[in-house]
């Protein structure tokens, strides 16, 4: 029998531009799936609501929530704060609802290191080539040079961190990359990847 509580803790992180962000919305379309919705201080995107997407808030609010200890993780990403609230997190999970994580390595590495008693699957994404990456990066961030600069400077970065994480997919096909994380979601068993492949893919994107 499962030692395991009823609920389990979901997280998807990637690089930059990958593509979590619009997968974690399609999973949550699932009646038993929902999003832990992210408290921020960077400022929203034209078609991001306040309490949909994130949580909003200043810097000084989101130290203040730090230092009251309110977040289950918490990083800062790019100069901006992002933190997972524990009260809700937890709330859902006593509700049986299983929670999906939009979050990165540094938000990952502290959820694991609380060893909770809920099931917790980690999955990292890729993308298909530096060069895709590159083009999704433009279209969302509306060519801003500046912010596209940023990101890829921590693309590397960010590639290293994928050994850390129970399942690694390419997400060079939305849907067919969406239908490959449901069916690890979903399975009871322990679902293997080819590490030697993921690892040459990573090769790639570094060059």
């Known amino acids: 029998m499962s030692s395991f509580k009823k609920g389990g803790l979901f997280i998807l992180s990637s690089p930059s531009g990958a593509g979590k962000t619009t997968l974690v919305k399609k999973i949550s379309k699932h009646k038993s799936y929902s999003v832990s919705i992210s ?43 992002y933190g997972s609230s524990k009260k809700l997190v937890t709330k ?32 990292y994404i890729l993308p298909p080539s530096k060069k895709e990456l590159l083009r999704r990066l433009n279209k969302r961030e509306k060519k801003n040079l500046k912010t596209v600069k940023k990101r890829m400077k921590e693309f590397k970065k960010d590639l290293s961190r994928w050994k850390e994480y129970d399942f690694v997919v390419i997400n060079d096909n939305l849907k ?32």
Request: a positive charge.
């Open 176 to 207: 067919s990359c969406y239908k490959k994380i449901m069916s690890i979601i979903k399975s009871n068993k322990k679902i293997s990847f080819d590490r030697n492949f993921i690892n040459k893919h990573v090769k790639r994107l570094m060059i």
């Open 39 to 81: 408290h921020t201080t960077r400022l929203p995107r034209p078609n991001e609501k306040n309490g949909k997407d994130y949580y909003f808030i200043s810097k000084n609010a989101f130290k203040k929530l730090i230092k009251k200890n309110e977040f289950l993780e918490h990083a800062k990403v790019f100069d901006n704060y």
């Open 92 to 123: 859902k999970l006593k509700e049986g609802k299983n929670v999906i994580f939009d979050i990165d390595w540094q938000g990952t590495r502290q959820i694991r290191n609380k060893k909770l008693k809920y099931k917790l699957l980690t999955i």
